[in-house]
């Protein structure tokens, strides 16, 4: 899952490079890669687990869906940070949440890792 989260990171950080340089045609490959794996994600949301969680999680990656997805009709690398923005928190919460489940709870407690 982190690979995903990680990936599509990657892509959108190249779309909004890529744009910013005027290079039109990787910053919309990039866009559309990050919007599909961000679509991905979205369909494993598992709603009867978490409703709330999943109902802010479906909110967030809709928006960094259609920000992308305006970025490549607009190949505006201002739509690929508003994305980047937004998204960036969420992956950086799962990165955080992977950590402290492969790392022992007093170590994790002792280093402040998890809360």
Known sequence: MMTLFQSALRHVRTARVAYAMGDYRTGGDAAERAAAIVLGLQAT????????LCEQLDAVYGFVVAR?????????AQHVEEAERVFLPIVEAFDEAVACEATPPPLAMAAGACR
Request: a positive charge; charged letters at 20%.
């Open 45 to 52: 949301l598992k709603r009867e687990a978490a409703p709330s």
């Open 68 to 76: 992308l997805t305006m970025a490549i009709g607009a190949a505006s």
